[in-house]
């Protein structure tokens, strides 16, 4: 019996440890894959081999458009001046729902990729002072008097397993910086606090 259980015990620890390393591979395939095919749906490209066959490339639609993309960055940061930029954006802020969605895309776009990155500043938000229960967020305005609002600060918190969160308003005294890496925050945030960055030091302890 005792065999029979070490055996079984292998069994269970060897498919562990290749979910553990086949699944993550799929995820992340499978995730790349899809946004491949997404951008290929946008600009379907097949070409011809025969008078009656044409051939699929996969990812042929997306490098178009991602040239495509870098063609116009080049096109109106160059040729186009900035005051066609102003006069088209001022347009744009007339109309109500349009200017709704415009300016919340490009601000999000804007948070990521822009000069002025709003996810960097991770901070650690006392929630509730009589329970000292604290949650990690990320400060996206510090300024908030076009609210009417003072010392206070906008915090977005990012919901685990999700690519959604929450903005809070909370008191600049309740929030204290945290002394790690955006990216590693984040990571940890959407990972429900699973992933967490080892440090060398318990890398070297553990091998």
């Known amino acids: 019996m005792e065999i029979k259980n ?12 290749g979910l553990v390393l086949v699944a993550p591979l799929y995820a992340t395939a499978l995730i790349i894959w899809s946004g ?5 749906s946008i600009l379907p490209i097949e070409v011809p081999i025969s008078d009656k066959q044409t051939l699929y490339l996969p990812g042929l639609g997306m490098l178009i458009i991602l040239f495509g993309i870098i063609l116009l960055g080049f096109f109106f940061s160059t040729i186009v001046p900035q005051s066609f930029f102003k006069f088209t954006e001022s ?9 709704l969605i415009y300016y919340s895309i490009k601000d999000l776009i804007l948070a990521f990729v ?16 009589d329970t000292n229960i604290k949650k ?3 400060i996206t305005q510090t300024d908030l008097s076009h609210l009417k609002i003072a010392d206070h600060v906008a915090v977005y918190m990012p919901l685990s397993y999700s690519l959604s969160g929450e903005l809070f308003i909370v008191p600049a005294e309740h929030v204290t910086p945290v002394d790690a890496k955006a990216t590693d925050v984040m990571k940890m945030l959407v990972s429900g606090g699973v992933s967490v960055k080892v440090s060398k030091e318990e890398t070297t302890e553990e091998d």
């Open 6 to 17: 070490s055996f079984l015990k292998r069994i269970i620890s060897y498919f562990i440890r």
């Open 36 to 40: 491949v095919e997404y951008l290929d």
């Open 91 to 99: 347009i744009m802020r007339r109309i109500p729902l349009v200017s």
């Open 114 to 129: 822009g000069d002025k990155k709003k996810f960097n500043q991770p901070v650690l938000v006392t929630m509730y002072r």
């Open 136 to 138: 990690i967020g990320f």
